[in-house]
């Protein structure tokens, strides 16, 4: 079995893209039982990993900096680890996840 890290990524500066409190609510829901969906199954290797607006950047030309700040308005939501026996599978899992259900996207990458 390997892992794969999926990183959830949506439109989170538009204003008018953003959900109502009662969308959010349900979404929220969605989320809960997609990650209880996932770890009843042994697919979750980590949970979601959320981004709390810290960071830095390192660059040969800038060093360390604060950061990163979105200048897309495609941006980072968060991500988790999760087990999968390959890229299809991973894919499969990605399907499920409720990011898209508002308008979002989900990256695979296999974790080394």
């Known amino acids: 079995m390997n892992e ?9 500066t538009t204003k008018e893209n953003q959900p109502s409190p009662e969308e959010l609510q349900q979404h929220l829901q969605q989320w809960q039982n ?3 969906g996932l770890a009843a199954q042994d697919k979750l290797a980590r949970p979601l ?7 830095k950047i390192v660059s040969k030309a800038k060093g360390i900096t604060n950061g990163p700040f ?11 680890i999760i087990k999968a026996k390959d890229y299809d599978e991973a894919a499969e899992i990605a399907q499920g ?8 996207n989900v990256e695979i990458r296999q974790a080394m």
């Open 34 to 36: 997609w990650f209880g």
């Open 97 to 104: 996840c409720p990011v898209l259900n508002l308008g979002g």
């Open 70 to 80: 979105v200048e897309i308005k495609e941006s980072i939501g968060g991500l988790i």
């Open 4 to 12: 794969f890290i999926l990183i959830f990524r949506r439109d989170f």
């Open 49 to 55: 990993q959320k981004w709390d607006g810290q960071g």
